[in-house]
T-cell receptor, first 114, second 113 residues
């Protein structure tokens, strides 16, 4: 069974640009969550999608957005990049229901903004 | 609101010694609790979880954790540390109303030979 796949693994962007990250969940999983991981802040929740609907979102500015497609694949977009957006972005997939099911994480996309 | 506090951003133990990583949570409703491990340049991997039932939960690699409702704690232990246990460990909580999992700041475990 294939795991969670995130692409690309590494990305370097310039301030002001925008970026799109992709996540393919485990087959059969309908929930995808996104997290931003930085050394000082740990894992910060961005948003969660279930069957193409955003069920919850974290406290991030509107520059951070996401979507989920009918095949459960998800993308997140960050517009007008800032230096502080440099981080490891992790995607996690789960069945979505019941809520006590575990999340499976991808290896992440490391974004560097210069 | 949910929150997770991991006491100690860094913990160092000798090989063969007891590992104890502390986690306290706050939640207004019964939570689901998880411990994850992250190795360098990797995503997170589930160690164990508590949902309902027995409060002592056993996970992979010899780790276990005990849910103590009165103390709002879910500490992770392993009787004897191994060099391969060196990694970062995250405690996490989910509850039924939020559709999101909140993670603690993480504890980096160092194992000395």
């Amino acid at each position: 069974k294939a795991g969670v796949t995130q692409t690309p693994r590494y990305l370097i962007k310039t301030r002001g640009q925008q970026v799109t990250l992709s996540c393919s969940p485990i087959s059969g999983h309908r929930s995808v969550s996104w997290y931003q991981q930085t050394p000082g802040q740990g894992l910060q929740f961005l948003f969660e999608y279930f069957s193409e609907t955003q069920r919850n979102k974290g406290n991030f500015p509107g520059r951070f957005s996401g979507r989920q497609f009918s095949n459960s694949r998800s993308e997140m977009n960050v517009s007008t990049l800032e230096l502080g957006d440099s981080a490891l972005y992790l995607c996690a997939s789960s069945l979505g229901l019941p809520l006590n099911t575990e999340a499976f994480f991808g290896q992440g996309t490391r974004l560097t903004v210069v | 609101a949910q929150s997770v506090t991991q006491l100690g951003s860094h913990v160092s133990v000798s090989e063969g010694a007891l590992v104890l990583l502390r986690c306290n949570y706050s939640s207004s409703v019964p939570p689901y609790l998880f411990w994850y491990v992250q190795y360098p340049n990797q995503g997170l991997q589930l160690l164990l979880k508590y949902t309902t039932g027995a409060t002592l939960v056993k996970g992979i690699n010899g780790f276990e954790a005990e849910f103590k409702k009165s103390e709002t704690s879910f500490h992770l232990t392993k009787p004897s540390a191994h060099m391969s246990d060196a990694a970062e460990y995250f405690c996490a909580v989910t509850h039924t109303g939020g559709f999101k999992t909140i993670f603690g700041a993480g504890t980096r475990l160092f194992v000395k030979a």
